[in-house]
Structures are given as C-alpha cells and as structure tokens.
C-alpha cells in the first residue's frame, strides 16, 4: 500500500463534507465527510442500502443516470470542488468509477472495450498505449483474450476486464464499487492482489466491498455507513479490531454474548416431554 499523504490538493486526494443525497423523495445520503488522502486505499462498508453506490455516483459526478442529485454538501478533487463537473469531465482528470455489477460492453471485444476506457482520458495516444501495456502486463488473459467478445469471459475474467478498462484512463482516483462481489475466494483474493499493485504505482483507491475482512486488510482508514450516515470511522484496523464492526460485518460471533445465552439455556426449567 502506498504511503498517505495529506489530503487537500496532492494528486488523487479526494475530500467530502456535508454530503446529502436524495432520489427524488428517498433520502440515501446524510451530511456524509470522507477523506481519502493522495496515495491511500480507503474503504467504505454497510449494509444493503446504506448509501455506498450513492456516494460514489456522487463522487464520479454520474449520481443523474441514476435519477439522483445531491441536496447539499461538496465534493472535492484534488483540491476542487467538482460542483458543476460533469462524469466526463472527471474521468478526464483522472477520477474513474467501476460500477457494481462489472458493466462490460458484452457484444464488444475484450480490446474495443479497453479502448472504449481510453476514450476522453487525458495524455493522449502515448498515455494509452503506456496504459494498455500497463493493463496487459496487469492481466495477461486480455491480451490472450483480445478479440474475443467480453461477454464470453467468466465473471472474474470480466471483473479484470472492468477494472483493466478503468486503468486505460490513467486513473489518479479509482472509485471501486463491490469488486469481488460474487467471485470464488480465490479470484477475489486476485483482483484484491491488483488493487493493491494499482495503488502501489500511485492511484488513490475508495473501495466499497461486501468482503469486508478483505476491505479492512486492503485499507488504511475505514468508514461504516449506517442508513445514509457515517457511523464509524478510523484506522482500519482499529475498526477490524471493533466489536461492532467485528459481529456486523465480520461475521464473528460475539463470544460473551454466546456464553450467556448458553448459560440461561441451561439454567431454564427443561420442557415436559407431551405424552399422549
Ligand atoms: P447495496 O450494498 O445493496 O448495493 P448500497 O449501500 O450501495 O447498497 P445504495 O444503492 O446507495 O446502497 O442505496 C441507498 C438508498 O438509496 C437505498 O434506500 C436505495 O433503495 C436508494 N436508491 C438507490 N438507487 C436508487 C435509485 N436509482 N432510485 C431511487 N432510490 C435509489
């Protein structure tokens, strides 16, 4: 993981404050502040519904594709605040989202997809052709794989593919929504492998993950969303070490808990045997 440093203008720096989201009526976001410092990977946890896809849509500027917009706060980027910034505009300076769910261009090749990244980044015909052989060197089975359709290739396949396409913008922020989201342990321990590479080379990262054991090891400060709000945030490994955090997203269990409740089983009178 790269060293952090402050946060403010230093390329890929990222600051939230005050964040409130609606969709129409249904408010997903509420007065939510976030750092992600020049060089760190910092992770975003929740439930179902908690508001983490909202607050990268509204981070990546692309919050209106989904009927969304944002009823107060700020975001800034590098020291900029990207209020009137659209989702191009944003990519072009090196702020790049991958979506849940992956969203390759299926009927497209493996290459046209990479190439369809590239599109509005900046740099030029040298910067993506750096950025290709980056990808490559990264994912030696797209280049295997080049000209046959992304829709032929497995889901973690396509998951290489999805973040491949959004490195072909040279990213200086990488906005990952749930990247190991239905792969097998192993190919999730892969991407999570390159995200760390990535960061490692210089990209500031902001990941949400339902993995979240894989999140907190991958991340140096985390934050718990809790129905639209901040509900914890910190070290992460301060947060893997919380009990909260611990039995709710975890999945331990909480052992003192368990003792007790095993102690009042026992001690409650046994249930008569009904007899006919
Ligand atoms: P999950 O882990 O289930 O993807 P999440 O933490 O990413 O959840 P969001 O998808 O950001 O949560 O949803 C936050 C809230 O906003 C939820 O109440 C959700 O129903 C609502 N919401 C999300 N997208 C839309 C939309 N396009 N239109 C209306 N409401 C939406």
Redesign the pocket.
């Known amino acids: 993981m790269g060293s952090p440093r402050s946060s403010g203008s230093s390329p890929g720096s990222l600051e939230v404050r005050g964040l409130s989201v609606g ?1 129409g009526p ?1 408010r ?1 976001l509420r007065d939510v502040a976030l750092d992600v410092p020049a060089g760190a990977v910092v992770t975003v946890l ?1 439930g ?7 607050l990268l849509r509204a981070i990546s500027r692309t919050l209106g594709y ?3 917009s944002v009823a107060a706060g700020s975001v800034s980027y590098d020291g900029r605040d990207l209020r009137g910034t659209d989702a191009a505009r944003a990519v072009a300076s090196g702020l790049v989202h991958v979506p ?1 769910g992956r969203q390759v261009f299926a009927r497209m090749t493996v290459a046209d997809n990479l190439r369809a990244g590239a599109l509005g980044a900046r740099g030029g015909r040298a910067a993506t052709k750096r950025a290709r052989a980056r990808v490559h060197a990264l994912f030696p089975v797209l280049a295997d794989r080049a000209h046959q359709r992304a829709g032929l290739l497995s889901g973690g396949e396509q998951q290489m593919l999805a973040l491949g396409r959004a490195l072909m913008a040279s990213p200086r922020l990488l906005l990952l929504d749930e990247p190991s989201l239905g792969l097998a342990p192993l190919m999730a321990a892969r991407i999570a492998e390159t995200v760390r590479q990535i960061n490692a080379e210089g990209t500031s990262v902001l990941l949400v993950e ?1 993995n979240a054991a894989l999140a907190l090891r991958l991340a140096s400060v985390a934050y718990v ?1 809790d129905v639209g709000e901040v509900a914890l945030h910190g070290p992460a490994a301060e947060l893997a070490a919380s009990d909260e955090v611990r039995r709710r997203y975890l999945g331990v269990v909480d052992e003192t808990a368990a003792e007790d409740a095993g102690r009042a089983e026992a001690a409650a009178p046994a249930l008569s045997r009904w007899t006919a």
């Open positions: 969709y249904v997903a929740g179902n519904g908690a508001g983490k896809s909202t989904h009927g969304g849940e339902q969303l």
